[in-house]
Structure formats: structure tokens, C-alpha cells
């Protein structure tokens, strides 16, 4: 058979959905025919319900989906991220088990990562999993999880040795979020919203088949969830396109968008509204100060700098050139735009800046950006781990000294106050 | 819009940047700062030979290599990051641009092939002592006498105006203001009633002129008073032009500073071990390649004349003017000392960066100018 191009995978699409797309099917029904077509995750093995295509033409599957109105698996929430870890470094039961209902949605997830004492520095992590009689047993606490108060399952980070050095005595396991040792309770931010969660572990039970790769290696399966957490996986762009056309499959997408996307409804503020801009510096007159005018002209000036870079990038990527330093500054440069942005809103607001709720312009809008723009710069890796990454694994500058990584995790100073 | 180069531009790009790397090393560029010209007539005509640089977007039919706008930005940012001493931005970036949107058929086809060869060195006398970068800022008139044109006023800041062979000038006619009456005229660098002096300049890499003309006869570019159209374009096209040089500078200058921290030891360690050291790369990684994406994406523009042209341009000229400086400030600081010295090289970047940033208008100016492009 000859190599997949664009035009012979967009043609095989796009028959494909032709022949198969109804907007009155059910939601599980039809992601379930994507599945077994190939089609919902066309980069995935043929064996687990993909083609084996590369990562560049997923775009183009994507494109026809998007031209037909047709609905994907389930990519909303950290659903794709526990099917992407699993499929990397799950058993094959654990495969059979967990990645068809993930791609329908059947099964929400959440990730079981940072800990109150454990941030930027996530392999500090002293959530313990001790192995007692034919289970494992969870003790400990994790923080800002999303989506936990309404997840199945729970993708755990825990330490089972502290006579190793921190990163080999982690391991990692998939956790039942529905039994009595799992406690949820939402974390209030400053901005008033409860979007994550802390989840508290007194005794939780984890069966022995839940460990994903070998006791030990937790660290290495953490990383691949980051990875595509990095690349955006978490499909956190994707909440709220949900789109007004008709039909039932809509609608049941809806109300699948809805309950996830409502603890994050904020999300958009937390990047800086940058679209607003121009519209309320014309509504207040404030477009006529030439002070505020350059402020603005910067922040555009930022804003589509960053916007052609990722382009860049993109253009990169499906060229198959390798990745330049382009690739590697979105994260970072989105914390600058949040920043110019909120400055921005605050000059051509004025006094009411000082105002929030409905008291606030735009209903609050403009109130809920000031306070929520300085998530961005640390949900996802804090501005100052996003310069680590880049000048050590772009620049190829030294890496920072460690006091942490040659003794036994229970030697390393950790947090008396958390 | 074009986000990426194509295989032929990157070797292009590679070709022309080890030929340069070979020619304009730094002691080249201190031997050429040093004369008064600034540059060198054989060896510009020489390599113009080889690579045919100087005719890069002239179209193939006035004698040039018919390349757009992306091909010249390239050509730009790789002489921006050898430092270049070559007249080139004065006569291929703005003499051979103006004549290209002022000239008629006739006068392109005459002008423009010896500027394509290198034969003849032009340049554009527009700015006046009042150091405005648009058409409000021009006086030098241009009064008719017997069918014959003659100029009269001061031009100032001209791109190697003191060694051109051929001056294209912006003048007005008397009794007018702003875009009204401007035309476009060409006067050999010889001209009589014409006097050139060589300016002091901070930034001895690229030379200036102040340049007299009192009753100077000229040829008349193109339609008499319909010059304002092409002058602004030509500004805009000439903004672009400056921002892919500007950004060749600056990735040079933050390529430097990482080599440097990479050497030297303090404290028993190499500084680029130093978090502090490490994060502000970060930060100059940054703003390079944001300025390179700006200026990049308004070679594209300028290349398909896209109508978002005139916003773009003045985004990639504050972008890059900014990136530049930012740059050559933090370069000059990771060097410490040395990075203040005469010796040490970093200073002729720092030097073109601080003048780029003035030439053709400050971030500000282009600021206000993106703004208004953009209805605001």
C-alpha cells in the first residue's frame, strides 16, 4: 500500500463521513463507529482504534469533520490525556478496559499530580501507596484537580519507596474515584470560582492491576501525560465551540461541554480578552488618549507576534522540518499577553476597575479578567519553570544544580508549612 | 499568508550566510567603519557579481533578479547579522523601491538596471533636518524654470548620501503642505549647486549625509505632484525592509551573549549556570524570535502587497526596533566589562540597533501609525 498523503487521507475522511455522518445518531453510538472506522484518533495504532497515520495529517481528518458538522471522540477534559498515558504505558487489559470509554465519554478522569507541598517540583510528591495484603493502599493529599468532583477515574502519582532517590520511588496508578477513602472538596480561588479541587486519600484501595508500567517507574508515565498535557491535550482551547446546530448528537455534546466546561466558564478572562480591547478603548473614548493608544498598539503588537509564532511553528511542523525555538514559547508568551492585556483593560477602564459583579463593566467580564490573569502565568508550569525548559533544553544552557536527586527521597528537605 | 520558508529561501539563506560570514567578518566591518565612505566600491561590485544582491526584487525586466519581498527580507536579515558595510538599504531597499513606485516605464527602464549591477550607488534624500519620517516633514521645494526643475532645501539623515552616484529626492511644490504637491526627482551626486558633507554618526556602520541643494537642476520621477502615494509606500515597503535587518542583528547579538555566558567561568562556574543568567536568554529568545515572526509576516505581506500592509509593516518596525535594543542592552550587560569596551565587538550591533531605531521612526511613531491603519 503507498504512504498516506493529505489528499489521500482526506479523501478516504471525507468518504467516510459522508457515508456514515447523522446528527440524530446518539452521541456514544457514533463516537463508537469513529472509533472502530479509525477515525477518531487517526495517529493511534490500527490495533487501538487508529491508522497509524502521522500526527501532521490528524489535522486534515480534523478539517473534514469540521467541514461536515461531524462530532469527534471525546476530547474535553483530561479524558485524552489518561488515554494517551495509557496507551504509551498501559497493559493491554488495561487498554481493553479504559481507552473505548474514554473516546466516547463515557468516562470522565481526572489527574492526580500536584500535592500542596509538591508544585512546580511535581516528583517531590508524598502521597504514599503502600502495598498491604493484595491491594494498594493510598494515604495522602493532592490539589488542583480538575474536574474530580465529577470523574470515574483518577490517574494517581505516589510515592512506594522513600529509601530511593524521589524520582524511582514513584509509581503510578489508575485509581477508582468512587469509593469511600477518596474525599472531594473544591478549592475556592481568588477570583471566587471553585474550578479544581483538593482530593484528601485515607486508606483508598487500589487494586494490584491498576499499577500502569512497573513499580518505580511512575515518574517516566507522569511525564508522557505532562507532554501532551503541554500539547494541549487537556483540550482545554476546545471547551465551549460547542456549536448551535441542531440535531440530537448535539445536543447530548452540549450537555456533555457544558458540565465540564462550567466550573472554567472564566478561562477565556484568565488569557487577557484581548478582543475586547479595541471595542471598549472606541466605547469609553479612551482610544483617543495617545498614552492608552500605545499601550494598546503593544499589546496587539505582542499579541499577534505570538499568534504568527505558533503559526510559525505549526508551518514547521507540517513542512516535517524539526522543531525550531519557536515551538517552545507559547506558554511563556501567553503570560506576557495576559499581563499587557489586563494592564490594557485597566487603563481604558478607569475607576470602574476598582468595581466587580454587575457594578463592573461588560457584567463583571472586565473585573473577572483583572482577577484571573495571574493563573496563567502559573497553572501548567509557572513562567519560571517555562525559562528552565527553554534555556536548558533549547539553548542547551546548564542545567539548574540539584541537591535533591542523589539520596534517599526521606533525606531531601521538604515543606514543614504547606 | 506565508509562515515558513521554502527549501530553495533556507538554501538561499545558508548560501548567503556563510559568503557573508567569509566577507564582513567583524575586522572587515571595523576596516570599513573607519573610512569615510564606509564601504567598498570593488568589493561591493564584486560580490554583487557573485550573488547578485543588489537586484534581488528588482523584476527581471528592468535588469533584476524579480524576487519578492521574502527573498529581499532574507538578503536583509543576513547582511543585518553580518553588519554589512554596504551601501545596499540606501540604493537596492530605497532608491530602487521609490523608482520602482514613482518612476515611469521609461525612467525604470533606464534608472533601475545599473542600480541592479551595482554600477551606479543611489539613494533617497527625504528626511530634513526636522527629523519627521513623512510627509508633513518635507520643505525642500522644487520650482519650475523654463521647463527645467530646480530643488532648493537641506535633506539630512540620507543613507550614504555623502557617496551616491545618483540622489532620488522628495521635494514639494511651493505653497503646499502634507501629501499635496510632493514629486520625486533624480539628481547625480555631482550635481552642481549641490553640497554633501558626511555626517557624524553614532553608528559608524552605516554612514549619513547632510546634503545642500540650491538651485539644483532635476529630473522629474514619475508625475509631477502625485508623489505622495508612492512616497508612502515606499516608507512602508522601507519599514519592513529595516525590521528583517533589525532582527538578523539581534539573533546575532543573542546568539553572542549565550556563547559568552557559556565561557565565562565566575564563582568556580560558567555564568550560563546562573538561573538569572539562564532566564534572561529565556526572555531574549523571546523577543527575537516574536520580532523575527513580525517581521517575517510583514515580508509576506509586502511580498503579496496584502492590504493589511501598511499595519504590519509599522508592527514589525516598533517590534524589531524594540527587539533589537532590548537585545544589544542585555547583551552588552551579560558581557559585563568587556561588553563595554571598544574591542569587544557587541557595541557595533548595539550601535546599529540604537540608530535602526530611529531611522525611518521610532517604535512610538509606528505605534500611532499601526493604530490608525487599523481605524483605532
Known sequence: MSEPTEASVRAEARAWLEANWNPDRGLVEWRNMVIDSGWGVPSWPKEWYGRDLPLALERVVEEEMARIGAVGVAKAGIRRLAAATLLAHGTDAQKEKYLRRSLTGEDTWCQLFSEPGSGSDLAGATTRAEFKGNRWVINGQKVWTTSAHHADWGLLLARTDSNVPKHQGLSYFVIDIHQPGVQVHPLRQMNGHASFNQVFFTDAEVPPENLVAQVGRGWAVATTTLMHERRGADGVGRWGQSSNRQGRIYDEERAENATIIEPYKWYPQRAGRVDLVIERAKATGRNTDPVVRQEIAKLLTLSKAAEWTALRARAAQMQGKPQGPEGSLGKLVSSHVARAAAHVHTLI?????????????????????LVSVPAGSIAGGTDEIQRNIISERVLGMPKEPRTDNDRPFRDVPKNLVV | MQFSFTSEQEEFRSVLRRFLEEKSPPTAVRRLMETDTGWDRDSWRELNQQLGLSAVHIPEVYGGQGFGYVELGIVLEEMGRALLCAPFFASTALAATAILNAGTEAQKRALLPPIADADTIATLAFTEPNGRWDATGIETTATTEGGRFRLNGVKSFVLDGHTADLIVVVARRPGTAGDEGLSFFTVPGDAAGLTRRALKVLDPTRKQALLEFRSVEAELLGEEGAGAAPFTKTLTQAAVCLANEMVGGAERLRQSALDYANLRVQFGRTIASFQSMKHKQADM?????????AAYCAA????????????????????ASDAYMQTAIHTIQIHGGIGFTWDNDTHLWFKRAKSSEVFLGDPTWHRELMMRAWGV
Open chain 1, 349 to 369: 477602564t478607569g475607576a470602574d476597575a476598582m468595581l466587580t459583579g454587575e457594578d463592573s463593566p461588560m457584567g463583571g467580564v472586565i473585573a473577572e479578567i
Open chain 2, 285 to 293: 529568545l523571546v523577543d527575537v524570535e516574536l520580532a523575527k515572526s
Open chain 2, 300 to 319: 509576506a505581506a509586502a511580498a503579496e502587497d496584502d492590504p493589511e500592509l501598511p499595519a504590519l509593516a509599522s508592527l514589525a518596525k516598533a517590534c
